[in-house]
């Protein structure tokens, strides 16, 4: 009875989750927003960071995001090789971003940075990312291969929004 009643139920269920569910992998953040949202949300990060430059206020949101949600030594309890994971963002040159990635050992004090370049031309706009909940962080996927780009620790809200911010700072920088 109860695995026809299943039965039964599975097509309402996928066909509720294809129209209105909300979906694991986060994309298009800021798709749902109209022009006089997205206005008013670049105009509250330049009175945020009192700037006039819409870039400029993007880039330094997505920083002080980058270190609020920062994957920290301390959130990795019972895990071997605990590391601390922080990451900057930097304008280079037209249409690319530069991602500087430092990974702490907090134990031995040794350091490991590395930078990456992204070029932004012809790429989605729309940052995906996945929060797996078994795990403690969020995962954050290059634009333009889908490979892993920036990882923070777990947080829903705060990925949301990195997204978001992240999201409307390759558009500023697609259009050079």
């Given at each position: 009875?109860?695995?026809?009643?299943?039965?039964?139920?599975?097509?309402?269920?996928?066909?509720?989750?294809?129209?209105?569910?909300?979906?694991?992998?986060?994309?298009?953040?800021?798709?749902?927003?109209?022009?006089?949202?997205?206005?008013?949300?670049?105009?509250?990060?330049?009175?945020?960071?009192?700037?006039?430059?819409?870039?400029?206020?993007?880039?330094?949101?997505?920083?002080?995001?980058?270190?609020?949600?920062?994957?920290?030594?301390?959130?990795?309890?019972?895990?071997?090789?605990?590391?601390?994971?922080?990451?900057?963002?930097?304008?280079?040159?037209?249409?690319?971003?530069?991602?500087?990635?430092?990974?702490?050992?907090?134990?031995?004090?040794?350091?490991?940075?590395?930078?990456?370049?992204?070029?932004?031309?012809?790429?989605?706009?729309?940052?995906?990312?996945?929060?797996?909940?078994?795990?403690?962080?969020?995962?954050?996927?290059?634009?333009a291969d889908g490979?892993?780009?920036?990882?923070?620790?777990?947080?829903?809200?705060?990925?949301?929004?990195?997204?978001?911010?992240?999201?409307?700072?390759?558009?500023?920088?697609?259009?050079?």
């Amino acid at each position: 009875m109860a695995m026809r009643l299943t039965r039964n139920l599975l097509p309402a269920l996928l066909l509720g989750a294809c129209l209105g569910g909300t979906p694991l992998l986060a994309a298009e953040p800021a798709s749902g927003l109209s022009g006089g949202e997205q206005a008013g949300y670049l105009a509250e990060l330049k009175r945020l960071y009192l700037t006039q430059n819409e870039r400029q206020a993007l880039l330094a949101h997505s920083n002080d995001l980058l270190r609020t949600y920062a994957l920290r030594a301390a959130y990795q309890v019972g895990q071997a090789q605990r590391q601390d994971l922080l990451y900057q963002l930097r304008v280079d040159s037209p249409g690319e971003l530069l991602v500087r990635e430092q990974i702490g050992d907090p134990q031995s004090g040794d350091v490991a940075v590395h930078n990456r370049r992204i070029s932004l031309f012809g790429v989605d706009p729309f940052i995906r990312y996945d929060c797996p909940p078994s795990g403690i962080s969020c995962v954050f996927y290059h634009p333009a291969d889908g490979s892993p780009l920036l990882t923070i620790v777990r947080d829903h809200q705060g990925a949301a929004e990195l997204a978001k911010a992240l999201s409307f700072l390759i558009r500023n920088l697609q259009k050079g």
